[in-house]
């Protein structure tokens, strides 16, 4: 079956905190990938996005993820969390339609 | 400037009354979507539309309706809308239909309440 996982429900990051968000995926083939924020009161907004070449991918607001083939995962980072960060972030995956994780809400403490 | 839209933006309804929901593109858009959000469960596709007069059932279509008969317009129908309904409604459209490369971008959602 085809399915996205978002370990992490919640994480709390202090602001200048380096911040790894973890997605894993099951899936028949290597799907495209994606990154979502989704600020409060706001939409989903995209981050950043992998198809194919550059297993690292940059995307905006300085968030960059990396796609491990042999873990089929596709992880965001940021080096340094800044506290407009604060949001929920959503991986998906797919070919023909998109499959959502159920997200993982990001605290920043100043 | 470019965007979806979405009316009402929060909506208090009961059992059975029905309603719509309105989504509207200014981006020349082929494809347009609706997804509930619920917590635990992430995003779950309802319908899609690939372009006008063409739409398609997503993961949850049960107990909705869509129309496209505008390629700007996707209203999402509930004729008799149920408490399980109760949700965070997103809108979104991406530019071509053809696969989900495209951006897909996302309107500010719709809070329903079915008491």
């Known amino acids: 079956a085809q399915s996205v996982t978002q370990p992490d429900i919640h994480i709390t990051v202090s602001e200048g905190a380096s911040l790894e968000l973890r997605c894993n995926y099951s899936?028949?083939?290597?799907?495209?990938l994606f990154w979502y924020v989704q600020s409060p009161g706001q939409g989903l907004q995209l981050l950043l996005k992998y198809f194919s070449g550059d297993t690292l991918v940059q995307g905006i607001k300085g968030f960059e993820a990396e796609f491990k083939r042999s873990q089929s995962s596709f992880n965001l980072r940021k080096p340094s969390v800044h506290w407009s960060d604060a949001a929920e972030y959503f991986c998906?995956?797919?070919?023909?339609?998109?499959?959502f994780g159920t997200g993982t809400r990001l605290q920043v403490f100043p | 400037e470019a965007q979806v839209t979405q009316n009402p933006r929060y909506l208090i309804t009961v059992t059975g009354k029905k309603l719509t929901v309105t989504c509207s593109q200014n981006?020349?858009?082929?494809?347009m979507s609706w997804y509930r959000q619920d917590p635990g469960l992430g995003l779950r596709q309802i319908y899609y539309?690939?372009?006008?007069?063409?739409?398609d059932k997503g993961d949850v279509p049960e107990g909705y309706k869509v129309s496209r008969k505008e390629k700007r317009n996707f209203p999402l129908i509930l004729e008799s809308p149920s408490p399980n309904q109760t949700s965070l409604y997103f809108c979104a459209s991406s530019l071509l239909a053809s696969g989900i490369r495209n951006e897909q971008f996302f309107g500010p959602g719709t809070r329903l309440t079915v008491l």
């Open positions: 539309s690939m372009n006008v007069e063409v739409t």
């Open positions: 998906a995956v797919g070919t023909d339609k998109l499959i």
């Open positions: 981006m020349n858009h082929e494809y």
């Open positions: 899936y028949g083939a290597t799907p495209y």
